[in-house]
């Protein structure tokens, strides 16, 4: 063990799993325990040997975790574990509500400044990395436009939604950026797009007996904040086709930054991620932010971050003198 | 002037009058002065209604500026008065001799300690916004390999080094990346690449007076360190198509990092600049650092930093609790 960074996983889906992965990347940071809310005799860890324990025991690691890395959903799980754990441990989770960020940064200072720990929120790469081209982009080229695109790629949130409509037995939607308006925006154009331009939906569908496809194609197309603002494909497959090709969660965007300097200069930005695993890209960020939280706790800080808190050098294991004269 | 951030340009050519009209795209900053080693009467601002005072005044000022932006070149200006002005003032400045950065760090350091000042030292888009995304790149996706390409763009130094040529009399070089290699990187192929396949050189040549084209030539693409290892082309044009055509001073380029992520999931981030004005975003780049600089100070901080040690939340204007709203 020596001086590595002790690392707890909360939550062992797909997340904690792809966490664990990261973890045998990081020869400075050591996984010293699983929790889960499922029976811990029944996990099966993906090669670390390290025991697993019910989350309802989590308390009692407080001082035998250095950062605890939260890897449930951000629906259900996170706003009640993150301001509870934050107030045990060091924390570093993905909570990716964008529009419930606020709150829950506040929930989780409070919690983290009462208990003295460090928590660095809504980290992975939407919220987190292209948060940080968004930052980056706006504060460089203050007079310009910033545009997010995402995929092509798997929506767990959309995915989700399918699943809730009734006939549909299991399904899958990727959300697609529209290459027209890519290109507009690669020009350097600054275009206005409405949420139908930018994205397309593809839904991979399979019915339950006896479904009309139909009807469920008619509540997919127009089921409100989820479809009914974009142009929607939905095919019907087999349950058998969509293991077969489409198991696999990748995901990916682009942010572009296009701006004006002195007078009409055009300088553009483009940020793309083309990630074969959502998930285990997810978890790798995570991983490089728990090292960060671990050394702002070192330093004596307290309360919740976020990535735009943090100082580029603190998610490298390398020195800071190393850093400048291999990196800069 | 109310409560901005009061800044000094130290030297006037592109940069420092890229400066001057970045600093009329942020509100919360204000140009006070520029300092010259020329005759402060014969320098025409771009606008900019401020006094220009003459160098060899600076420390006379070192209570009326907040940070002071340091606009000379890196091969003789700023060794000399990098450290010198880091004693009296808050600076940020582009160093961008990438061989001689540790020392120039270790030196500037030094004098801001003794100063108490702040100095964030290397500012641009490389070394800077590149260095990050490498920086980025390699903590994120620890397993894996980097690439930076430069171009298509004028690169200064070369241009430099071909008007020493006997018989040039002006000369542009344009720095190409290869579109084969560039190809391969982003295929995620991880390739092994020698500085031949990397890039290209383009020369646009003005000869003097009856000099020997092909002596030229030859005496280009056998430079060492500059041409040698490059395949360089060499065009000879008027004066007047240089002027006419070559005037321009674009630049850009790319940073890939392709990594493997759990069990050799491929996972790739590519980072693209296309700038119309190399100084203007250099320029610009400057003036968002120079305000993280004086909030470093304002906060205590002494020392020399780079763009590695500065949370991006320092860059912007807006508060913490805004850009957590809108750019999380």
Known sequence: MGNRIRIGIAGYGNLGRGVELALAQAPDMALVGVFTRRDPATLQLHG???PVHDMARIAEFSEAIDVLILCGGSRTDLPEQGP???ALFNTVDSFDTHARIPEYFAAVDAAALRGQRVSVISVGWDPGLFSLYRLYGEALLPVGA????????????????????PGVKNAVQYTVPSPAALERVRSGECPQLSTREKHTRDCHVVLEEGADAEAVRQAIINMP??????????NFISAAE????????????????SGQT????????????????NPEFTASVLVAYARAAHRLSLRGET????????????????????????LL
């Open 84 to 86: 509870a754990l934050a």
């Open 262 to 277: 002195g007078r009409q200069t055009q300088q553009a930005l483009e940020f793309t991620l083309k990630l074969d695993s």
């Open 225 to 234: 904040d989820y479809f009914v603002d974009y142009d929607t494909t939905v």
């Open 146 to 165: 910033t545009y997010t695109f995402w995929g092509k790629g798997v929506s767990q949130g959309h995915s989700d939604a399918l699943r809730r409509v």
């Open 48 to 50: 670390a040997d390290v």
């Open 303 to 326: 309360g919740a971050r976020s990535v735009f808190d943090i100082a580029p050098a603190l998610l490298s294991p390398k020195s800071a003198a190393d850093l400048r004269k291999e």
């Open 242 to 257: 969509l293991q077969r090709e489409h198991a696999a969660m990748p995901h990916g965007g682009h942010v572009f930054r």
